[in-house]
């Protein structure tokens, strides 16, 4: 039987290597902490971008209410390294070059599996899953709802 990430789930545990080629683990990396934990297709895209971007302009009220911001697609951790730089994204983008985080978390594939899920997880300081936000094309509604949530938990 398939794990399947809902509302109210723990994270699983994984580890994927950061823009700088650390080796990121979770849920340590969270501990203690609550985290946006967001899956893109695909860096330097004009969606993709747009999307880190909104994260980016809005990462002050994340890291202000103690929020980590992670971003997670099958990018390298050199094409993360650029992509981070050339937007000035002041938060931890993850190479998930085999799927294998997208797989864990069950992320869904749109355009008849062609183009990789478009979801953003919210969660809490424990590690649990407080919000699941799937939407490949309303790109500024991962940002909105993950700030909404956020305020409804402070």
């Known amino acids: 039987m398939e ?3 809902i509302k109210g789930s723990k994270i699983p545990s994984f580890s994927l290597n950061d823009q ?7 849920p340590d990396f969270i501990k203690g902490k609550s985290a946006i934990i967001y899956f893109y297709p695909k860096d330097d895209t004009p969606g993709c971008t747009k999307e880190a971007c ?3 302009d809005a990462y002050t009220s994340f890291s202000d209410a103690g929020v980590k911001v992670i971003g997670i697609s099958a990018d390298s951790v050199s094409s ?3 992509f981070a730089e050339k937007h000035n994204l002041p938060f931890t983008l993850l190479a998930d070059t085999k799927n294998k985080v997208r797989k864990l978390f069950n992320v869904p594939t749109t355009l008849l599996g062609l183009i990789p899920g478009r979801v953003t997880y919210v969660i809490n300081s424990e590690g ?3 919000e699941i936000f799937n939407s490949q094309f309303g790109i500024q ?3 909105e709802t993950a700030l909404k949530i956020l305020k409804k938990s402070n």
Do not use: P, Y
């Not at 700088?20 to 979770?26: H, Q």
């Open 141 to 143: 509604k991962h940002i």
């Open 80 to 82: 993360h390294k650029k």
């Open 20 to 26: 700088d080629g650390n080796e990121i683990s979770f």
């Open 54 to 56: 909104s994260f980016r």
């Open 3 to 5: 794990n399947k990430i």
């Open 128 to 130: 649990i899953v407080e």
